[in-house]
């Protein structure tokens, strides 16, 4: 009964530190702070694009329609399982990366010392802890 215990404790925390990992690549993951917001923006679009593409912006001519039209602004993907990579995958990350909102810009050290770049740096932490 104790090692099914410490079993069952050894797969929570390996899920939590796999969760972890997977959060950490997304462009607005705890503490990251971006070189360029409207880059990483265009890059989340360009990602929609051309791996979720939907019925109307195909009508549009914006792209080809997805195999997973929308998926990544459709909470059903994170409920059914994905290979790594897959487009599936994909998608859960997309989509909890727009859960999570716009990602942060980074300071110049000028701005970061400056009371208003103190501020934003705070709430920044506060944010993600």
Do not use: W
């Amino acid at each position: 009964m104790i090692q099914k215990n410490k079993t069952l404790d050894r797969a929570f925390s390996d899920t939590h530190l796999a969760a972890e990992a997977y959060v950490a690549e997304l462009d607005n993951a705890l503490g990251v702070l971006v070189d360029s917001e409207s880059n990483s923006m265009s890059a989340r679009y360009k990602n929609h694009l051309s791996n979720f593409c939907t019925d109307a912006e195909d009508a549009a001519g914006l792209c080809k329609k997805s195999k997973l039209p929308g998926g990544d602004m459709n909470a059903a993907v994170l409920f059914a399982p994905a290979q790594p990579e897959s487009l599936e995958d994909k998608a859960q990350m997309a989509y909890i990366q727009n859960l999570l909102g716009k990602p942060d810009g980074k300071l110049t050290k000028s701005a970061g010392a400056s009371a208003s770049g103190q501020d934003y740096l705070y709430h920044k932490l506060a944010k993600t802890h």
